[in-house]
């Protein structure tokens, strides 16, 4: 395949936006689509160009979509009539950076191919902030010579390209890394809620952990919410009970036991019953909070969240 020259990109919610802005900004052509159009204008004021309709993008040598559910990538893709593969024309590759279903990324996958179109998985971890650190991480599977193709334009989305291998591969590496997210995250709420209750600060806590060979980027980064309950949306509890769902459905078919996972996946469903369901999913914290008999108020701690070097 020659080089790529053109670069379409489809989904420009919180984390689309800032991606196919890194695009942009590392010099490529990109053209945007989104169904919100108005979203369309941070990136355009960046240097992209705006298409009117998502098979505008099918001329485009490589199209990124950034979706937000399994169902959402099949009506991008095979709405029969607006869908990326079901026009006159197809892109030569599609990248597609969500997290969805096995299943549902194999359907695209067969209906990119018959229509002559290599389709290659890339989902990410981060948020809109870690992109624009440039600390994303990206797991790919696929086709080994269209990896060779992309891997130049996926690498200038984030720090960490790593490539699982054939087919849909990635998509259950990412789909395991967020069952750790949930779970991690209510560990941290458990035992800032132990401390809570026995006088230490959750700033303390934290920093404690942050140095620590427990800390991590993401600990880092869930820092100011945790201690200063900003809970501005990074990743909804709907959207990680979705990924569990589909984490637990590939549990049951093969027929592993996964306590932990189950009862943490009860816990993010908790979330949203209490009304969680529009806020970041670190909102965890307060579901352990009223557990506990406690309602937990803002430290107003002056603590950062890692991602300052870009």
Not at 7 to 22: D, E, K, Q, S, V
Not at 30 to 39: C, I, L
Not at 89 to 112: I, K, L, Y
Not at 138 to 163: H, K, N, Q
């Amino acid at each position: 395949m020659n080089e790529v020259s053109t670069i379409g990109w489809i989904g420009l919610g919180n984390m689309g936006a800032p991606l196919a802005t890194r695009l942009v900004k590392a010099g490529y052509d990109v053209q945007v689509w989104n169904r919100t159009a108005a979203k369309a204008q941070p990136v355009a004021d960046e240097g992209a160009t705006v298409a009117a309709t998502i098979r505008d993008l099918a001329s485009r040598d490589v199209v990124f979509s950034m979706v937000s559910t399994s169902a959402d990538l099949e009506q991008v893709m095979l709405d029969p009539d607006s869908g990326l593969l079901t026009g006159p024309d197809a892109p030569r590759v599609v990248v597609d950076c969500s997290t969805v279903s096995v299943e549902t990324s194999r359907t695209v996958r067969e209906a990119a191919e018959a229509r002559g179109t290599r389709f290659f998985a890339a989902p990410v971890s981060g948020n809109g902030k870690v992109v624009a650190a440039g600390k994303l991480s990206v797991v790919c599977s696929g086709d080994e010579d269209t990896f060779a193709l992309v891997r130049p334009m996926i690498e200038s989305l984030g720090r960490s390209v790593t490539y699982v291998g054939e087919g849909e591969s990635a998509r259950l590496v990412k789909i395991y890394h967020n069952l750790l997210l949930g779970i991690y995250t209510q560990a941290l709420a458990e035992i800032l809620v132990l401390g809570e209750k026995s006088g230490v600060k959750r700033e303390a806590v934290m920093e404690f952990i942050n140095n620590s060979v427990m800390g991590s980027i993401f600990s880092n980064y869930k820092t100011p919410a945790l201690v200063n309950l900003d809970f501005h949306p990074t990743f909804t509890p709907v959207l990680l009970r979705k990924d569990f769902d589909l984490g637990l459905a590939e549990a049951r078919k093969n027929e592993v036991p996964m306590p932990i996972t189950n009862l943490t996946r009860d816990i993010i469903e908790s979330a949203i019953g209490h009304g969680y369901a529009k806020d970041d999913f670190a909102t965890m914290l307060l579901v352990a909070a009223a557990n506990a008999g406690l309602e937990l108020t803002s430290e107003n701690a002056e603590v950062g969240d890692g991602l300052d070097e870009a």
